[in-house]
């Protein structure tokens, strides 16, 4: 249900309003860009897809029904989008791998922004997870998403949800010990 900030922005951007998209923007981008950063590590391709969040929003304004806040909406919004740009690049890499034999080299986003290795480790581990592994964490842990939120955000029961969480943060559990296990032994070789 919506909350009565969400009331008052929702009549507003429905009137039409001037300053009430530029005010759901600022109310809601920071959140929305941290979610798709942290789904996609890219900082521009989190960049175009939180616009293409807002625009969508924008677009569709009159289609919500006011079920959930407009941060889970626009969060729901963004997960969509996310979702399409995975698909679009695994499309992209097919035909780029149909027309040329050699492999584009991917460049860990992480590598270059953090210079803790731990953290590092951490973000390594956590890209190495299945996508949908990783969004339900990037959804709880980062984005601190309450697991009603992300069932609506995901469109799943909440029950799902929470097994998907503790299955995701089993395996990547396992993906950090055996990285820094890894790392350890390296040192001392």
């Known amino acids: 249900m919506a909350q009565p900030d969400d009331q008052r922005l929702l009549s507003d951007l429905r ?8 005010e759901l ?16 590590g890219n900082v521009h391709l ?24 407009l941060a889970t909406w626009l969060h729901r919004i963004a997960y969509t989008k996310f979702i399409d740009a ?18 584009v080299p991917s460049a860990d986003p992480h590598a270059a922004a953090s210079t803790d290795d731990e953290v590092q480790r951490l973000y390594q581990a956590l890209h190495s997870l ?3 592994e990783r969004t339900v964490l990037v959804s709880h842990y980062l984005q601190g ?3 009603r939120e992300m069932a ?8 799902t949800v929470k097994w998907r969480v503790s ?20 040192k001392t070789s």
């Open 15 to 22: 009137a039409g309003r001037s300053g009430a998209c530029a």
């Open 25 to 40: 923007v600022r109310a809601h981008y920071r959140k929305v860009y941290r979610f798709l950063f942290h789904l996609t």
């Open 46 to 69: 989190a960049e175009d897809l939180t616009q293409e969040t807002f625009t969508t929003a924008w677009r569709c304004i009159a289609k919500y029904r006011g079920q959930a806040t």
């Open 86 to 103: 995975q698909r679009a690049n695994r499309r992209a890499k097919i035909m780029l791998e149909r027309i040329s034999s050699r492999e």
């Open 130 to 132: 299945e996508d949908a």
């Open 145 to 147: 998403l309450s697991y």
């Open 152 to 159: 609506a955000v995901l469109d799943e029961p909440v029950g």
């Open 167 to 186: 299955k995701a943060l089993s395996r990547l559990r396992n993906l950090f010990t055996d990285e820094i296990c890894d790392h350890a032994r390296r």
